[in-house]
């Protein structure tokens, strides 16, 4: 692998792991918001935020990614 890709996978990961902390710590934070939400209404909060929070994270990282490599 040319030292060129390894910079790209590289900075690709690390705005990966950045972007998706971000984004699913915050969606996780707004689930939970509620203290006398009921366990399961909680559960499937959370469920939700997983899954939206590392949606919205592979979006902003590809679309970064594919404006660096304009």
Do not use: C, Y
Not at 7 to 12: P, T
Not at 16 to 39: E, H, M, S
């Amino acid at each position: 692998m040319s030292e060129n890709h390894g910079k790209f996978i590289k900075s690709f990961l690390e705005a990966a792991l950045k972007t998706g902390a971000n984004n699913i710590g915050t969606r996780l934070l707004d689930a939970v918001n509620d203290a006398n939400q009921p366990a399961d209404v909680v559960l499937e909060k959370v469920v939700t935020a997983l899954k939206s929070g590392a949606l919205a994270t592979g979006q902003e990282v590809l679309r970064a990614q594919l404006g660096q490599l304009k």
